[in-house]
């Protein structure tokens, strides 16, 4: 597994790369057969610590996990439990998804953009209805099944996940609903 280990604004001495090799590579090998990378980013928030690891999993699907504590090593650990946890958690799924899975997840390129929130006063009238655009940035869209996107959204803790459904070839979506269940937008063929 190939490591990326950064400090935003901090230094990462040799002793905490280890550390996170280490911990991070055992753990993650627990549950999952062949992850390809590992991203994890340190970086300082007040007096705590702040920890993000990302880990992209041979089947296409990523784990992220995030946590903040008063030392840099426990901040980790505390990451890396969190991460090891998604991963028991989703270690039959996982293992069942892989099986199937004779090649990597394929992803089609899509652009996606941030627009600028209404900051006008809800009393007058706005200049024109189209929103203005703050940023655009090139994403990905995987093509999965529906089972494995709820997996993919959980995993990375989204709150909505916009895919290709390889059953049916179209775009689909799954977000999570306020009363705590899954949604599934599947649009209906228009041919």
């Known amino acids: 597994m190939r490591y990326q280990i950064t400090g935003k604004q901090i230094d990462?001495?040799?002793?905490?790369?280890?550390?996170?090799?280490?911990?991070?590579?055992?753990?993650?090998?627990?549950?999952a057969e062949r992850p390809t990378d590992a991203n994890v980013t340190f970086?300082?928030?007040?007096?705590?610590?702040?920890?993000?690891?990302t880990v992209h999993l041979s089947t296409g699907l990523t784990a992220q996990a995030k946590a903040h504590a008063n030392e840099i090593y426990a901040a980790f650990d505390a990451c890396n439990e969190k991460?090891?946890?998604?991963l028991r958690r989703y270690k039959r799924r996982l293992k069942d998804h892989h099986k199937t899975r004779a090649e990597p997840v394929?992803?089609?390129?899509?652009?996606?953009?941030?627009?600028a929130a209404n900051q006008a006063p809800e009393e007058s009238e706005p200049d024109t209805l189209q929103p203005i655009i703050v940023a655009e940035m090139e994403t990905k869209?995987?093509?999965?099944?529906?089972?494995?996107?709820?997996?993919?959204?959980?995993?990375?803790?989204a709150p909505v996940l916009v895919f290709r459904n390889e059953g049916?070839?179209?775009?689909?979506?799954v977000y999570r609903r306020d009363d705590g269940n899954i949604?599934?937008?599947?649009?209906?063929?228009?041919?």
């Open 83 to 86: 991460m090891e946890k998604q």
């Open 43 to 53: 970086s300082k928030s007040a007096h705590e610590y702040v920890c993000e690891a």
């Open 12 to 31: 990462i001495g040799e002793a905490l790369q280890t550390h996170v090799q280490d911990e991070l590579g055992l753990a993650v090998s627990k549950y």
């Open 141 to 157: 869209i995987p093509s999965l099944s529906v089972g494995e996107a709820v997996m993919q959204m959980e995993l990375a803790g």
């Open 168 to 173: 049916k070839k179209g775009v689909n979506v």
């Open 183 to 191: 949604g599934w937008i599947e649009p209906q063929d228009t041919a």
């Open 106 to 115: 394929e992803v089609s390129g899509a652009s996606s953009y941030i627009l």
